[in-house]
Each structure stands twice: as structure tokens, then as C-alpha cells.
């Protein structure tokens, strides 16, 4: 697996926010063992990165049971010889992790495509996978069929040239309808399946703009700078308007009946490497336009 270094911080801490599911202490005897490297070389745990270093990680560490192919329906929107992009749906996790082989993505990517037609240098139990959503949040996601194919994306990713925007219903009413969040966020030292804003993390970046607002609601469309996780979900509840349904990240009362936050990649924009613009829109799915319609956003 290779990593591309877009932030000038120890290389321990770098791969722990990359590679959430490996905890950092690992991750230090890793690097000692040198089955971590960057440019190839030996480096400590402490080592600062710079930007765009190529750090290495051997495929070793991502050692898992065989993921087998699942007939897992996709929405493809576009695809060619290099790369697919697909509308994921909700309740879909991007690949495995721990425990969880079966039911993902990569699952489904593997019946579709068959391993020899997907990238496998981002880490063996992720072929294809160039970026990540979370479970629950729909829309746009890159797919790279071939190795080439998911270096030239990876690096588009890094050094943020690709452009992402995202729908998602918040609680509360703005009195700035667009903005700048920018500011630094790291794991939550209580909880480390969440993050949160703190000046020991990496720097994140969302611009946003209210499309509609009703009393107590808003819809808002979020553009991404930076691809922190869970980034737009922390950013929302920092300004005080969590998403709807969020269960982690500020957990408002209300009357519906939701158990996820109602969060949708809507638009996906780069050049590819031919020199083409490629533009993607994606519609919010039924659930989502339900709950506008609802709402009357």
C-alpha cells in the first residue's frame, strides 16, 4: 500500500488518521520493523513528513480472511477502462475491517469487476478503493481499475483536486447562509471512534452555502476541502447545526425516526488523466427527498 503524505506531521500520526482501524502503538512497531517506510527508507516513529512523501506499508499488515465476491447490487454512473464511479447506497460499508469480510463494497466490487480488474496496491482487502464514505452516507464514490489508474486518483485526492460536494439536513437556522469552516481535527481522546476539533489534529477545511431553511431545519450543500473522517459531520456540530439523525455527533431530539444522519455526496468533479473535465450530479436518494419533502426544504 502506498500513501501519499499531504501534511507535515510525524509519520506515527499520519498513517493512525489514514488507517483508523490500526491503533497507533502498532503503527510505531511497524515503522521500527521497518514493514512501514517512507521513500523506501527506514524512518523512526517521529519522523515529519514532508509533502509528498511516499510512505509504504506493507501489504502484510492488512492480512485478512478471503474476501469473497458477493452479488451486491451497484449504481454505476460512469465507467471506462481506468476508473468507475458508482452511487453508493445507504448502509454500506467500503471495506472490510476487524471482523467484517462479507456485506461491503469491496464485496461487491470483487463479483463485479473480479480482482484482476480492480487496483490492489491501496492495501489487499481494498482493491479499487481510492476514498471512503461512511456506512451510511450515499453518493458519489471513484473506483480505480488498475494501478495506474489509482495513483493518478490518489494523488488528485492529496493534493485536493478533486472537487466534492455534499447535501445534507442540519438542525437550526444560520445567520451566515455561507461560510468557511477551517480549523484542526483530531481523534476524540474519550472515544476513538469519533473525532473531534483540537489543535493537535490536522488541518480541515469545508465551505458551505444554505439552500433552504424552514423553522428549526436547514439544507445546506457542503463542499470539502480537505477529506478528514466523519469531517463534515464534526464541522456541522461545531457550529452548532448537527445532521439529522447524526447518533454520534451531537444528538438532537427529535420526532423522526432516524438512526443515521441524512448526509449525500451529490457532486464529484476532476481532470482526468487525459486532461478532461469529468463532472458527476447525483440526485439525493428517495429517504432523503422524503425527509426534504417532509420538512418542506
Not at 456506512?135 to 480505480?144: E, F, N, R, S, Y
Not at 476541502?225 to 447524526?246: E, S
Amino acid at each position: 500500500m502506498i500513501l501519499i503524505a499531504d501534511d507535515l506531521i510525524r509519520v506515527d500520526k499520519y498513517i493512525s488518521d489514514e488507517l483508523d482501524e490500526i491503533p497507533r502503538e502498532k503503527i510505531k512497531d511497524f515503522i521500527k520493523s521497518s514493514l512501514i517506510k517512507v521513500n523506501n527508507e527506514k524512518v523512526k516513529p517521529s519522523t515529519k513528513l514532508k509533502m509528498g512523501d511516499e510512505i509504504f506499508i506493507d501489504d502484510s499488515l492488512f492480512e485478512v480472511p478471503e474476501i469473497v465476491p458477493e452479488d451486491i447490487p451497484l449504481d454505476i454512473v460512469y465507467e471506462n477502462d481506468d476508473f468507475a464511479v458508482i452511487n453508493k447506497q445507504k448502509n454500506l460499508i467500503v471495506h472490510p475491517a476487524g471482523s467484517i469480510v462479507t456485506g461491503t463494497l469491496v464485496n461487491a466490487l470483487l463479483f463485479k469487476y473480479g480482482y484482476d480488474g480492480l487496483s490492489h496496491i491501496g492495501g489487499e482487502d481494498r482493491p479499487g478503493i481510492v476514498h471512503r464514505l461512511d456506512k451510511d452516507t450515499t453518493g458519489l464514490m471513484l473506483i480505480a481499475k488498475n494501478n495506474e489508474s489509482y495513483r493518478y486518483l490518489k494523488e488528485l485526492f492529496e493534493t485536493r483536486q478533486v472537487r466534492k460536494e455534499y447535501l445534507a439536513i442540519v438542525f437550526g437556522n444560520f445567520d451566515q447562509k455561507s461560510g468557511r469552516i477551517e480549523n484542526f481535527m483530531d481523534r476524540d481522546p474519550h472515544n476513538r471512534r469519533k473525532m473531534s476539533v483540537r489543535p493537535s489534529g490536522r488541518k480541515a477545511i469545508s465551505e458551505y452555502q444554505v439552500l433552504s431553511e424552514v423553522d428549526g431545519f436547514s439544507l445546506v450543500k457542503v463542499h470539502i476541502v480537505t477529506g478528514r473522517t466523519h469531517q463534515i459531520r464534526v464541522h456541522m456540530t461545531d457550529i452548532n447545526h448537527p445532521l439529522l439523525g447524526d447518533p454520534v455527533y451531537g444528538n438532537f431530539k427529535h420526532k423522526f425516526n432516524l438512526d443515521h444522519p441524512l448526509l449525500h455526496c451529490t457532486h464529484l468533479a476532476f481532470i482526468d488523466k487525459n486532461g478532461r473535465e469529468m463532472v458527476f450530479d447525483k440526485e439525493v436518494p428517495e429517504e432523503f427527498d422524503r425527509y426534504k419533502q417532509i420538512l418542506g426544504l
